[in-house]
């Protein structure tokens, strides 16, 4: 018999390595995991629409654009996923990521959130409605062990 492949979706903050972190502690743990995640170049995807479609009338409508042909992606990643994790970071506000959170709840995707102690209360809700709430990626990479293998390391 075939060991299940789990699809693993991470979302949020770009600004880091955290990503390769989850992916590095999977694969030595020797996890069944794909990950997958949102386009993580801030350029390509702010730029999508109007490098593929041409020239937005403002600012505005280049990030309605954008936005929209970034949710296709988004949104069937999600859908595919069996866990995501939802990273915030410290120094900007990933509304992508708040958004992404809500999404993962509305179609019944269990998530992870991954955040520093000092946006606790700026992320309650968010919190309120995922399956766990990590502070490091190595926290993480523990809580995918647990539940896709259900062993405890002590």
Known sequence: MTERIWTVYLSGEIHTDWREQIED?????????????????????????VAILGEAPSDFWKDQMGSRMNAIR?????????????????KYRQWNAAFDAGFCAAMGTPYITLHDEAVNHALKEVDGAAQ?????????????????SGVLDR
């Open 25 to 49: 502690g999977a694969k030595k743990a020797g996890l069944p995991i794909e990950f997958v995640s949102p386009v993580t170049v801030h350029e390509d995807s702010d730029d999508c629409a």
């Open 74 to 90: 988004t949104r069937n990643l999600i859908e595919a996923a069996d866990i995501a994790v939802v990273r915030f970071g410290d």
């Open 132 to 148: 766990a709430v990590a502070r490091t990626p190595d926290q993480v990479v523990k809580i995918l062990k647990y539940t896709l």
